[in-house]
């Protein structure tokens, strides 16, 4: 399974930090991203990285801004938002996927239930 946590309400310009804890068969998967979805909007792709090498990927819209990481001991995922946006309220995912390196909706396996983010103006 998938637990994602850290959401909350902060002011544009702010930062805030969402985790993801991995378990069971999740752990297996060689690739974890975070997605997100807007009031209205279909799901996104924001970041992803590699269990193995930790190669880290962005959407275009968050790099410089976002960073991804890895805490294999903890298998824990993080993403660390900063100078945030009103545009990036919405609720965040995370997901795990056998594909390497996919932004793929559909190329990802298991879903954590999504935390939500609120980033006001």
């Known amino acids: 399974q998938l637990q994602a946590s850290g959401g909350g309400l902060v002011q544009a310009g702010g930062s805030l930090r969402v985790s993801c804890v991995a378990s069971?068969?999740?752990?297996?998967?060689?690739?974890m991203g975070w997605f997100r979805q807007a009031p209205g909007k279909e799901r996104e792709f924001v970041a992803g990285?590699?269990?193995?090498?930790?190669?880290?990927y962005y959407a275009d819209s968050v790099k410089g801004r976002f960073t991804i990481s890895s805490d294999n001991a903890k298998n824990t995922v993080y993403l660390q938002m900063n100078s945030l946006k009103p545009e990036d309220t919405a609720v965040y995912y995370c997901?795990?996927?056998?594909?390497?390196?996919?932004?793929?909706?559909?190329?990802?396996?298991?879903w954590g239930q999504g935390t939500q983010v609120t980033v006001s103006s």
């Open positions: 997901a795990a996927g056998r594909k390497w390196m996919s932004t793929i909706e559909a190329e990802y396996d298991y």
């Open positions: 990285i590699s269990w193995s090498i930790a190669n880290k």
């Open positions: 069971g068969r999740t752990l297996s998967m060689y690739t």
